[in-house]
């Protein structure tokens, strides 16, 4: 009962066509010559991308109907659904391999085995952050290379792909079925309403400075006066009732406390940042963790997390020893804070089933890290004072400090790089799986993960790895052994931040001596990668917690520092609100976010869009920050 529909279609190109629900009859001419018919129902809302296919001496119409178990709704936010159907006029089946343009000198995943042509395979979903490649071969033919074709894919859409060999290439034709969700328009609505916020809250910060002044000014200038023009004692400039306390400004107090306040900011907005990403990141692939080498924004938080750290640790340390604080009184404490950072760790990686439970972790990172940095602290000695005129007083008198602290990448390297890895190469760090055409699939991270392995076993450490999509790599645990001595360095590297902060007692040596340090650090981080993403002697890669990934974000982290110190402390346009707050309670915020996500008001069911889904997880780390502010 529909109004038929005609159009003229030259081979390899598409049409589309807008059609009532229910059945629907196909036919193809050419020439007023009848060469095909089919038939087909499409529910409503619904979707089919139809072929005309070649086969042997006639055509045929080969249908593949959108099907209730290829949802946008169901796809992670990174994938997208995709089949495909063999157009050949040979008639043996074929083998269809895929893998993401991400995945550099990769062999193909199998992907459907055994096609026929002339059929559609089911949905599958694929990685599709990046564009995809596929290949198809025929089963007698496997000892033939194959060459490859790039698909134009979209994380979030569904495809269908008509395959078609030739000669030695392979060629498709693509129908999209659901197109990729539009993620630009709601980030830069997130950026504006973000960026409107600040620009309101230092317009309130500065308005109320400004009127606080103002005010103390119109208090004093009767007194100033009195004190110019008359004799009086000190007890008539004394408030009536001395016995009351004196109003305090929260402005002013914050200024007089001598506590760094750019110091709670960075560890807060860390923190902020880290339960955005860990809550979906609104679905943005720069908002997730690498892949295996290279650098996100997700890589950056916890790393700096663990830097700052080791800034806050020295500042404790510094003021305790002022204080005639022993090393046997200060351990104790150091190392039963960091055994219960360990065994909170445990507690929310894992559920109740103990051959599961994953050892290595996140606050293990800290609980280990901060255990080592308090020991050398607090047991190797120091050397004496130098005067205030020497420009490496922050270094000299740590020189056995550091030689001890140098000693956690020295056998990081050594491990790495010499431990015997059965079947692997000598040194091998990467992700095994399909890259180097799955040459050496069985070595993901190489020395580090056999060491996880040997200590804990392969049911006790991280089974979901970011490289598995991309690479099909084994189970592998970011946070692992091997990596621990890397990041107990960068711990190092913030415990000397502190030292510059304590040091130095203006604010340009500060800044300078910060600004030295982070462009230091940073050159030789990029000078290990090669300052590129895989061809250097080390690449970046949090995974590994490669020397060139920690000495890059810890060259990072100083610049970072410098900023908050002169716009927090110095300018005091920004006291670092609600942010500093987060830092204040970070243990808390921590913990709270890894127990209660999945709960109202951190998450909300609904659609899987990208302004959805980046309104709930800005929800999520935003009410967080509340609750820190107001704790």
Known sequence: NQKSQTASIQPGRTHEFCISPGPAQLSADTDGQHLADSALTISEGHAAAIFLLSSSDHLVFVSST????????????????????????????????????????CAGAMLFADVPSNSFTPWKSIYAAFNYRVQMQSILQQNNNISAIELGVGYRGIYSVALYQDGQATQAIVITLASQDNGTIPLIVALSVLVSLA???????????????????????????????????????????????????????????????SLDT???????????????????????????????VADLVFPWFMWIMGTSAYLAYNS??????????????CYKRSAKLIALGLFLNNGVVLAKWRFPGVLQYFGISYGIL????????????????????????????WAVALMLPFFYIVFQYGLEVPGCPQG??????????????????????????????????????TCKDVYDCLNYD????????????????????????????????????????????????????????DNGFMPLNKNLWSLSFVLSLSGMAYIFLAVLYVIVDIKQIWLGMPFRAVGMNSILIYAGHETLQGVFPFTIQGSNTYGFQLFQNLLGASMWAIIAYYW
């Open 320 to 333: 305790a020893k002022n204080k005639g604080v022993t090393a046997k009184k200060a351990l104790p404490t």
């Open 374 to 401: 308090c020991t050398v602290l607090w047991l190797v000695p120091e050397l004496k004072q130098n005067e205030h005129g020497d420009s490496l007083r922050d270094i000299k008198p740590f020189a056995f400090k």
């Open 478 to 533: 970011p946070e692992g052994t091997l990596g621990s001595l890397s990041a107990a360095f960068m711990v190092f590297l913030g415990m000397q931040a502190g030292r510059i902060i304590t040091v130095f007692g203006t604010t340009e040596q500060r800044l300078k001596r910060l600004i030295a340090w982070g462009v230091l650090c940073g050159a030789i981080g990029g000078g290990l990668c090669g300052f590129s993403k």
């Open 199 to 261: 620009g309101l809250a230092v317009t309130y910060s500065a308005c109320t400075t400004e009127t606080q002044e103002k005010a103390h000014k119109e208090e004093t200038q009767p007194l100033i006066q009195a004190v110019n023009n008359t004799d009086v004692s000190d007890s008539q400039l004394r408030p009536a009732d001395s016995s009351q306390p004196e109003k305090k400004d929260h402005k002013s107090t914050e200024r007089k406390s001598g506590r760094v306040l």
């Open 266 to 296: 960075f560890r807060g907005i860390s923190l902020v940042i880290m339960i955005f990403v860990n809550y979906g990141g609104g679905g943005y692939w720069f908002f997730d963790h690498s892949r295996w080498n290279g650098l996100t």
């Open 66 to 105: 959108l099907s209730d178990n290829a949802k946008q709704s169901d796809l992670d936010p990174l994938n997208a659904w995709i089949n495909f159907v063999v157009a050949d006029c040979i008639t043996e089946s074929r083998n269809i391999y895929g893998y993401s343009t991400l995945c550099s000198d």
């Open 428 to 465: 091998y760090i990467g992700p095994g799986g399909l890259s180097q055409h799955g040459r050496h699939f069985n070595c993901t991270g190489g020395a580090h993960r056999l060491i996880d392995e040997k200590l804990w076993g392969v049911n006790h450490f991280y089974d979901d790895p």
